[in-house]
DNA sequence: TTTCGCGTTAATGTATACGCTAGTGATGGC
DNA sequence: GCCATCACTAGCGTATACATTAACGCGAAA
């Protein structure tokens, strides 16, 4: 593997969990050091982040990792609609019927009961919904849209903190999608993914608004 | 300006032109060395130009400008679907109604008679609109897509060449779209764009299948 | 005290040197 | 005569040195 992937996938890391927070400043020779390599294959990456929209510079020297408040986040949402509900609509149209019906059985079968463990698994399983629906698709425009999309949608699962209610809600809209698509039915598939993306904007609007969590429902605890 | 960026500059433009075809080889040392620039900027350049899908990695050493077929344009217009449509429907909701009306009266004034002249004016008056919806939607995420889409796009012009019939269409089209931004008709605004994109693929697809052109409907003339 | 301007400094932009890998050709063995 | 292996070469990946510029601080003047 190349310097150039290494120091890209660690500051995509960096930036999705947020250890390098929005604002922050990525400056080439500091971030090198820190991963141990030289200013060129450190350039190369930031360049990468820079046209990802994960980094954007300030001023004309300098560097910082780009903004990510509500407003971003309905954005970026927006762009998903456009994205996912045309390509959950390609899917039902000509994809593998048996992979999707594959994929609803796991989804049906998902339990998000514990706390960690459940959120990476349910996390993997729309990793491989995802792939699925982009092997369907079968176009790298719309693929390669979907996948800058993706990058700036980490972002936000370390603002809107795991909820169990919600997790389990994700799962039971993902097995309908999943479901229409192994029917073939392109409008349902396109009208779940529009009720799946509009409840998962909701959920994590209001999880940036009360920070407190879900288990009061009166945020007056601190942090 | 950096030379990195006019690196970038001047191989896009070589690649939306065709004098770079598809399936050239991109050495660095040989494009460093033709724009008078070192590898660095130049392999910035070409990084850029990997990160947009206009050039791919033949094999772990080898770089080549990217394919560009039949097969291509329809993904690239299934893709534009997907992100024009919603645009100018994000457009007619909540974009600068008198914008788009004295763009409506620009298009409706246009009359592309007169061969070159006439289609460099309709391009830069369609890059106005462009930027006019990216304004209107006012969305970063959608508007990056629509700029890797519209980078893809250009290269179509030089496989369709120009064809009045269709150019004076186009501008009929783009009339109807604009009006219906600024009526405020977010359905109108989507439909028309559906039904223009379906024209301009139909064209431009003709156009490849008969490279003779529209003066003859029996393609017996060379080139 | 505040603002403007200049100088210093540090980080970026570019060039180039070095190491490595893969691709290609030739030679030897089967 | 064909295939396999080795050596050579050319181009990429990385490191580093040099040039350039912008950012910051200090001082002077209003």
Redesign the interface.
Known sequence: MRASDRAYATLLEDIQRGSLPPGAVVAELEQAERLGISR?PM??AI??LL?D?LVRQQSPRVMVVADFDADDIR??F??R???EE??AR?AAERGERAVFAALAADFAAAHPESCELAADEYYALIARFDAAVDAAV?????T??LR??RA?LARARGLARDNHARLRASVAEHTLIAEAIAAGDPELAAHATHVHLHRALAAILTSIADPAGSATSIPEGPQ
Chains 1, 2 share one sequence.
């Open positions: 060129t350039r190369e360049g990468r046209a929209g954005e970026l927006e762009a609609r456009a994205l045309r390509a390609i079968g176009n790298r425009y719309l390669g849209a800058t999309v700036h």
